[in-house]
């Protein structure tokens, strides 16, 4: 199993559509959790953290659920701007300093 | 303030040789990560250097060897290059002890796009 995983997609959705994405991590003594967004054949930015009380930044909302070791990223009123693949990123309690990444879950938004 | 710089950007070599790859954290940065990106995959964890040590290792062979210098700025060796370590070599800085609730954040560079013929 890897230890992050997300749906690959693609996900296709019409401006104004709102969009989930999940993604699951194997260990659960996990401390920090991420939203990176990556555009086409640039480097990953950070897009948001997560945080245990789920946090929100204008048309984004992250939720953490630690019981069923998950985080999800909502995207209200997509804009063809959002079109990009997003990344999840966990950074274990333990195994020193290291950020995993999941595959990405790419995002194409039309008009 | 400038951002993570990386060089080269683009880099063709043939298999067997051996290449740098060099990074410049943000001013401030004493952690410097470095991963390598496949097409379609997601990044994944090579080196992390913090004060000039080694603080975690991926699961990558013997070929890869990292140095951080005391001005924490790195570099990235691979050596004996096979056609699959073809991908871009991502360098990330972040400012570790952050008394922000969620440290770690990591900030990239754009990266170097490595070919092997």
């Known amino acids: 199993r890897k230890e992050v995983e997300q749906d690959p997609g693609p996900f296709n959705v019409p401006e104004g559509a709102t969009v989930a994405f999940n993604c699951t991590y194997s260990?659960?003594?996990?401390?920090?959790f991420f939203w990176y967004r990556q555009d086409c054949r640039k480097e990953p930015k950070l897009l948001m953290s997560?945080?245990?009380s789920g946090n929100e930044d204008g048309r984004f909302t992250a939720q953490l659920n630690r019981a069923s070791q998950y985080i999800s990223l909502l995207i209200r009123d997509s804009k063809l701007s959002d079109s990009a693949t997003y990344l999840c990123?966990?950074?274990?309690?333990?195994?020193?300093?290291?950020?995993?990444f999941g595959a990405g879950t790419r995002l194409f938004v039309k008009a | 303030d400038a951002g993570v710089t990386q060089s080269p950007t683009h880099l063709i070599k043939t298999r067997g040789q051996h290449v740098t790859l060099r990074c410049s954290p943000i001013?401030?940065?004493?952690?410097v990560s470095w991963y390598q990106q496949v097409l379609g995959q997601g990044p994944q964890f090579i080196f992390q250097?913090?004060?000039?040590?080694?603080?975690g290792r991926g699961n990558f062979p013997d070929r890869f060897s990292a140095r951080q210098f005391p001005n924490y700025s790195s570099e990235l060796n691979v050596n004996a290059l096979l056609l699959g370590d073809s991908a871009l070599y991502l360098c990330?800085?972040?400012?570790?002890?952050?008394?922000?609730?969620?440290?770690?954040?990591?900030?990239f560079g754009e990266g170097s796009r490595l070919t092997v013929l």
């Open positions: 990330a800085s972040s400012l570790v002890g952050s008394r922000r609730l969620n440290t770690g954040e990591l900030f």
């Open positions: 260990n659960s003594a996990s401390q920090s």
């Open positions: 997560v945080y245990s």
């Open positions: 990123a966990v950074k274990p309690n333990t195994g020193g300093f290291k950020t995993i």
């Open positions: 001013s401030g940065h004493k952690s």
């Open positions: 250097y913090y004060e000039k040590e080694e603080r």
